[in-house]
């Protein structure tokens, strides 16, 4: 098997994963804010922060968002929050109960299931984990996403 490309940042993430470790580039990104160089058009991730989650979960750009990521063969939906700690941070109209309702209803119409983690330092792991696992097994194996 050959070597895992260099990790493409999106150049608009403010506060990106990978810092300063090697085999990174910042690039702009069609859609998501990881994937690898040469894949762009194949493998997406999505990173939410908590606040962001919220804050973008009704909005008509995040379901175009997820309608982009749906038509990539492999694509995943990084939300840093537990589920169980997974509450607003500040005044909003959307309960806790509409929030998950609206991502699993994204999941079952695009076919991205978010992964909630419990921070930043678990959301860099897994899409490592996530791209290492998609250029293994998707890319040089036989498997499918």
Do not use: Q
């Not at 804050?55 to 492999?74: D, I, N, P, Y």
């Not at 700690?85 to 959307?94: D, L, M, N, R």
């Amino acid at each position: 098997m050959s070597r895992l490309p260099p990790v493409l940042i999106d150049d608009r993430e403010k506060l990106p994963y990978f810092i300063g470790k090697r085999g990174t580039i910042e690039k702009r990104l069609k859609t998501g804010d990881y994937s690898l160089l040469g894949y762009e058009d194949f493998v997406t991730i999505e990173r939410k922060s908590l606040p962001d989650a919220y804050g973008s979960v009704t909005k008509k750009r995040f379901r175009e968002e997820m309608e982009r990521l749906s038509r990539f063969r492999c694509a995943a939906l990084i939300i840093e929050a537990n589920l169980d700690e997974f509450e607003p941070t500040s005044y909003t109209k959307i309960t806790k109960a509409m929030a998950i309702g609206l991502f699993v209803n994204f999941w079952a119409v695009y076919g991205i299931a978010p992964t909630f983690v419990p921070n930043r330092t678990y959301g860099e792991r897994m899409a490592e984990r996530y791209l290492i696992a998609v250029w293994k097994h998707v890319i040089n194996g036989s498997r499918t996403c």
